[in-house]
């Protein structure tokens, strides 16, 4: 798909079973479409099925309804409060990587996910678990997004009778039963915890603040609740892993990059092994620029659909109601027409001289208002963090590929590198 997504340009269409799919990649039409079309195209129903239906797939009533009472959980002060509970993973992650994996070539993906699993919880939940919880989770998800990608774009796999008489079938509606068991025995610790406090002895957090619509003022079903917990819980762990994953292939790859953040971080805190806090953060310009270059060249949602419910004249094409606008994110940010020497690992594209020069539509790692990603600024905060952490304490070495083009990935509901992410670290520290 993403083949035919660079060869048909700017539009383009493609046939999945009886689906029409309309392939755009001109930023200026990009901008304009995802503006004016906001419903998720059809294919989001088969993400329901494992994700819930929360914001990244509720119908545009809904979505207008939940993001209005969400997003105050993401502002600034509110966000500053979670900055110890980052600190506090990001340090926990960083010894367990000190005591069993230095000098030695490791997969850190799943390590990365579950500390961004561990962060959301706290933060998010206010709630920790065992490892024998997260590993189950962890294993759900992860299957969950593979069949459901899968599922995606197997035109037969898209007719539901097909599909329901398959053996797949059966075990994602099992895995699907799993987390929203998970999900609700959440919702029980919660009210659990909460009974007997007054208002003001309740921390105010994402899940306690849906909990209060919910159980107080009975503007949300249990159900809502749910799926809003489910969505968050999957989809923050998940692109938040993944983008710290690729930044550590990116480190190992391109040395100079790594030895410049470092530098960055030693002008900021010296030897000093004290926490980071949020004025050391606004500090870290060049992490931050990396950072940005990761989600450029490997955007953890690599593709992002609409529903075109009316007829829409597109520079002479018509784009027929009924069918599904189709944005390849990932073709987009490797576009040699937009981004100079795409494959090129530059971090300093994102210079405000330079990027002011990118148009509109060009970059989109959390897709593009109205109906973007809410948590942009969560994850930010929390990757410097994390990786601020990890780069003062550790070098990465080496990976198992020598450059992008040698990372293979697979594409469907996110992008991942089909051989993992396979590195080695080496202590910084002295004493170590």
């Known amino acids: 798909m993403m083949e035919m997504c660079k060869k048909y340009k700017p539009i383009g269409k493609l046939w999945v079973g009886l689906d029409l799919m309309i392939t755009v990649t001109q930023p200026k039409d990009i901008e ?27 119908s545009v009533e809904k979505w207008k309804l939940h ?39 490791f997969d850190v993906y799943w390590k990365f996910f579950g500390c961004t699993f561990d962060i959301i919880c706290e933060s998010c939940i206010d709630l920790n678990f065992d ?24 035109p037969l796999h898209q007719i ?35 009974l007997g406090k007054n208002q003001d002895e309740i921390p105010q957090n994402f899940i306690n ?22 969505t968050i819980l999957a989809a923050g762990t998940n692109s938040t892993a993944l983008t710290n994953s690729f930044f550590m292939l ?10 410049k953040i470092y530098q960055e971080l030693f002008t900021i805190f010296g030897e000093d092994n004290r926490d980071v806090t949020l004025e050391d953060l606004a500090q870290m310009t060049y992490l931050e620029r990396s950072i940005k270059e990761t989600m450029r060249l490997f955007p953890a949602v690599p593709i992002i659909g609409r ?27 490797r576009d040699p027409s937009i981004w100079k020497i795409p494959l090129k690992f530059d971090p300093d594209r994102f210079l405000p001289e330079e990027f002011q020069k990118i148009p509109r539509g060009a970059y989109m790692p959390f897709g593009l208002p109205p109906r973007n990603c809410i948590g942009s600024k969560f994850a930010m905060v929390s990757m410097k963090v994390v990786l601020s952490t990890i780069l ?28 993992g992410y396979g590195i080695t670290l080496e202590s910084r520290l002295k004493q170590q």
């Not at 969400?70 to 010894?95: G, P, Q, R």
């Not at 490892?131 to 197997?154: C, D, K, P």
């Open 392 to 419: 003062r304490n550790f070098r990465v070495v080496s990976c198992q590929y020598r450059s992008i083009e040698e990372i293979k990935f697979r594409i469907n509901i996110l992008i991942k590198a089909t051989n």
């Open 307 to 333: 529903s075109i419910d009316k007829d829409f004249i597109l520079d002479g094409y018509v784009l027929p109601k009924g069918s599904s606008l189709l944005i390849p994110i990932a073709v987009v940010h």
């Open 209 to 230: 603040n849906l909990m209060t619509l919910t159980y107080d003022k009975k503007i949300w079903t249990e159900e809502e609740l749910v799926d809003e917990t489910q």
């Open 250 to 259: 990116m480190m190992a790859i391109h040395q100079d990059v790594q030895e």
């Open 67 to 105: 993001r209005e009472a969400i997003i105050h959980n993401f502002d600034e002060n509110i966000l500053s409060s979670y900055t110890k509970v980052f600190v506090k993973h990001a340090k926990i992650l960083a010894n367990t990587l000190k005591k069993d994996y230095v000098k030695t070539r």
């Open 32 to 58: 304009l479409l995802t503006e004016t079309f906001l419903d998720k195209s059809q294919q989001y129903k088969v993400i329901k099925e494992g994700l819930g239906d929360g914001l990244i797939t509720a």
């Open 131 to 154: 490892s024998v919880q997260q590993n189950q989770y962890m294993l759900w998800i992860a299957r969950s997004t593979e069949i459901t990608g899968h599922r995606l774009f197997h």
């Open 160 to 194: 539901d009778i097909l599909w329901d008489l398959g053996s797949v079938s059966n075990e994602l509606t099992l895995i699907s039963w799993g987390i929203v068991k998970f999900v609700r025995q959440i919702v029980a610790r919660i009210k659990f915890q909460n």
